[in-house]
């Protein structure tokens, strides 16, 4: 078996040894006879698997008890849309800080319910640094501020969490940073996480609530789209993603046995991206145009100095064995996105195929 060097954004690498523990269950589950995806998510194993995995994630995140972990589906792109149907049940007006890609979206999806106010924008920078605390302006009437942690595309992250009233609950995406790092759940109301960066495959999404927000949603909300509904049923209103599931259930399990947790993961992630930083700030071939104080952990932009050998450098990378590396279509240039089960062998082979590739074509 040849595993090669996956850095793709989303669907992303998932941890060989948890790839490896779900073809050994494939077939036969724990001697049940049948496979997980084959069972019913009604049964006792299965609400085994799932009760699991929620305690995982909350030692991983040591989640307070007033919150509530539901197992979703419709990836973040679907919360952009719960978001504002689970919190302007009391009125209000939604606040959002734009980024970049990921929270624009966010901010085109609430405006179908509600006029959003945009509470402080790096548009204007080019999207290349984060608002700073001082920029924040809520409106009067705020129901909400939302914000993307780290925008995918860009490769832009917030290095603070913004301070608001007590009054005021802060939403969070975190898609492509979720269990990067150590977080304090508690500064937040709503943290939401599309599965394919650092919790499995693609199917499921995971959001932290707290319960005192279950009670914010508008009467007319769609009950597969309301929060509460999935927090009285135990995540189980249908059928939900079971095998995704219980991969991510594996994910946790890897991250805090084989890993030794979100602490260990940090330390381990601030060594690959600096490695790569390091690697691109040494070199006039190869420039990323993000802040350094703002540069993401999980997804590093370039660029090359003549994009006529773009398509070259995709080449000869691809012909070495690392994967995925094209930038978004949006912005153009390459990535390399850097998510917890990227080894640092693989950053160390990308920077040694980017070394001889200046060398050659430079």
């Avoid at 970049?100 to 085109?108: D, P």
Wanted: proline share 5%; charged share 20%; glycine share 8%.
């Amino acid at each position: 078996m040849t595993r090669l060097h996956n850095f793709c954004a989303g669907p992303a690498a998932m941890p060989t040894a948890v790839l490896e523990r779900a073809r050994a269950e494939m077939l036969d589950y724990q001697g049940q006879g049948l496979s997980v995806m084959e069972m019913s998510h009604r049964s006792p194993t299965f609400e085994a698997i799932a009760a699991k995995a929620e305690r995982d994630l909350r030692d991983l995140l040591a989640i307070p008890d007033n919150y509530r972990v539901l197992f979703m589906q419709g990836g973040a792109t679907l919360q952009f849309a719960c978001v504002p149907l689970n919190l302007l049940g009391q009125g209000g007006t939604p606040n959002y800080l734009d980024t970049g890609i990921w929270s624009s979206k966010a901010i085109k999806e609430a405006d179908h319910l509600a006029a959003s106010h945009i509470a402080a924008s790096s548009r204007e920078s080019g999207y290349v640094q984060v608002p700073r605390q001082g920029d924040i302006a809520l409106s009067a009437d705020a129901a909400y501020l939302h914000y993307c942690h780290n925008e995918t595309i860009g490769g832009l992250a917030f290095d603070y969490i913004p301070e608001l009233a007590a009054d005021v609950p802060l939403v969070c995406d975190m898609s492509s940073s979720i269990l990067s790092t150590p977080l304090d759940v508690s500064r937040f109301g709503v943290i939401y996480a599309g599965a394919q960066k650092n919790i499995g495959p693609a199917g499921i999404t995971v959001v932290i609530v707290r319960e005192d927000l279950l009670e914010r949603a508008r009467p007319s909300a769609p009950s597969l789209l309301g929060w509460k509904v999935y927090a009285d049923n135990d995540s189980m209103i249908n059928t939900p993603p079971t095998y995704a599931w219980y991969l991510a259930g594996l994910v946790f399990e890897w991250l805090k046995n084989d890993i030794g947790g979100v602490a260990e993961m940090e330390a381990i992630n601030r060594r690959k991206s600096e490695a790569l930083y390091a690697a691109i700030d040494a070199s006039d071939f190869y420039a990323n145009p993000i802040a350094p104080a703002n540069r993401s952990l999980m997804n590093v932009p370039f660029t090359l100095a003549d994009a006529s050998l773009n398509g070259d450098f995709l080449a000869d990378a691809e012909a070495e064995g690392l994967l995925n590396l094209k930038g978004h279509r949006s912005v153009g240039g390459m990535r390399a996105s850097l998510y917890n089960a990227v080894s640092e062998a693989d950053v160390q082979a990308l920077i040694t195929f980017m070394a001889d590739f200046e060398r050659r074509r430079g």
